[in-house]
């Protein structure tokens, strides 16, 4: 189910050790409101995102040059663009963004069965905040103040599900410790 997101994590890991990849300087997470909206819940300890990406891995022909068809890596499905961020965290809800949040194409409404990939950028692309993946059904997981990220598992050799408190989740992404 999350294989595709181990990939994106093993690669991510192997460009940061080669100098290759932006500098990770947070998390990303989802949670619910208290009216059980989907909402994007991040943590940072340096330059807050200039913009939060939601993506999912395409579905169709794989690539083949020969034929003329080509399966890009991410099909970006929303852009949700914060107003001036002050602090260390940030969140929105996902299908009325508020609060000065703007999004474009529009909301991002998820569909069964569907991997999608968050994760918060700057433009100039000199840090971003660590990929959380979700499906539709991974709503019912959460309740108000509990967010769902990810962790690679080593035994498994790949990406889990965590469920953690906000406040957990605010001092994890926080902690200058855990950005490289």
Not at 22 to 47: E, F, K, M, Q, Y
Not at 59 to 73: F, H, I, L, S, Y
Not at 124 to 129: F, G, I, R, Y
Not at 142 to 166: C, T
Request: aromatic share 6%; net charge negative; with cysteine.
């Amino acid at each position: 189910m999350r294989k595709w997101l181990s990939v994106v994590l093993g690669v991510a890991l192997l460009a940061g050790l080669t100098g290759c990849s932006v500098r990770t300087n947070g998390i990303t997470g989802i949670s619910v409101d208290d009216a059980g909206h989907l909402t994007a819940v991040l943590a940072w300890c340096g330059r807050g995102p200039d913009v939060v990406i939601v993506y999912h891995d395409p579905v169709g022909p794989e690539t083949n040059p020969a034929a003329g068809t080509t399966k890009d890596a991410n099909a970006v499905d929303a852009e949700y663009r914060p107003p001036a961020l002050g602090g260390k965290g940030a969140s929105f809800r996902f299908d009325v963004p508020s609060d000065g949040w703007t999004v474009v194409p529009e909301p991002l409404i998820p569909a069964p069965g569907i991997t999608y990939g968050v994760y918060g950028a700057t433009h100039d692309n000199s840090s971003s905040t660590a990929n959380v993946g979700f499906e539709a059904g991974d709503v019912a997981k959460l309740k108000p103040g509990l967010v769902l990220v990810q962790r690679y598992d080593e035994k498994k050799q790949d990406a889990v599900d965590v469920v953690m408190s906000l406040r957990e989740f605010e001092r994890e992404g926080q902690d200058p410790a855990n950005c490289v």
